[in-house]
T-cell receptor, first 116, second 113 residues
Framework: EPEVTQTPSHQVTQMGQEVILRCVPI?????FYWYRQILGQKVEFLVS????????KSEIFDDQFSVERPDGSNFTLKIRSTKLEDSAMYFC??????????????FGSGTRLTVV | GQQVMQIPQYQHVQEGEDFTTYCNSS?????IQWYKQRPGGHPVFLIQ?????EVKKQKRLTFQFGEAKKNSSLHITATQTTDVGTYFC?????????????FGTGTRLTIIP
């Protein structure tokens, strides 16, 4: 079964440092997302991406965050200057095209970001 | 903004007992999805309900969508240890999906063997 692949599985970074979280969505999916989950809490939407641009972003997704699809397969989330409160599990997800209806999102296994 | 609440927050059951989690929205939903997240894992899509009053079954799991499309439930019959995890409902804004999902607060199910 197709998978969404995320790397690294765990990232530890110093406060103020930049991090890039990487994702390879399912190849025929056109819609890509980043969500985050602080330990023990619910899954929160960060940003959605379609046709090489952001289609929607949440209040969490401020100027410190950016997304990119640099080469047609990878989908990256960059946090420019990490804060302690950015510590969370970050999930990438993708979904099928609009024309095929909606079959749910496929989530990657996540990157646990720890800011120290 | 759209809010999706789930109750209970935690549920501990003896293996073999039934389990139900309820999802309530502050607004009418176009559809509702259910996800399961195993401990240390990622959300895995279970099902989507679209029609008012819809009921769908997956083996021991029964999913219902309320008549008013503002609430939903997931019922597990005769729980097994493999059912352990957190169950989330999630709502997109339209039937086309491909928009942000608002996740519910989740119900964490633990099984006492």
């Amino acid at each position: 079964e197709p998978e969404v692949t995320q790397t690294p599985s765990h990232q530890v970074t110093q406060m103020g440092q930049e991090v890039i979280l990487r994702c390879v969505p399912i190849s025929n999916h056109l819609y890509f997302y980043w969500y985050r989950q602080i330990l023990g809490q619910k899954v929160e939407f960060l940003v959605s991406f379609y046709n090489n641009e952001i289609s929607e972003k949440s209040e969490i997704f401020d100027d410190q965050f950016s997304v990119e699809r640099p080469d047609g397969s990878n989908f990256t989330l960059k946090i420019r200057s990490t804060k302690l409160e950015d510590s969370a599990m970050y999930f990438c997800a993708s979904s099928e095209s609009r024309d095929r209806g909606h079959y749910g999102y496929t989530f990657g296994s996540g990157t646990r970001l720890t800011v120290v | 903004g759209q809010q999706v609440m789930q109750i209970p927050q935690y549920q501990h059951v003896q293996e073999g007992e039934d389990f139900t989690t309820y999802c309530n929205s502050s607004t009418t939903l176009s559809n509702i999805q259910w996800y399961k997240q195993r401990p240390g894992g990622h959300p895995v899509f279970l099902i989507q309900l679209v029609k008012s009053g819809e009921v769908k079954k997956q083996k021991r799991l029964t999913f219902q969508f309320g008549e008013a499309k503002k609430n939903s439930s997931l019922h597990i019959t005769a729980t097994q240890t493999t059912d352990v995890g957190t169950y989330f409902c999630a709502a997109p804004r339209s039937n086309f999906g491909n928009e942000k999902l608002t996740f519910g607060t989740g119900t964490r199910l633990t099984i006492i063997p």
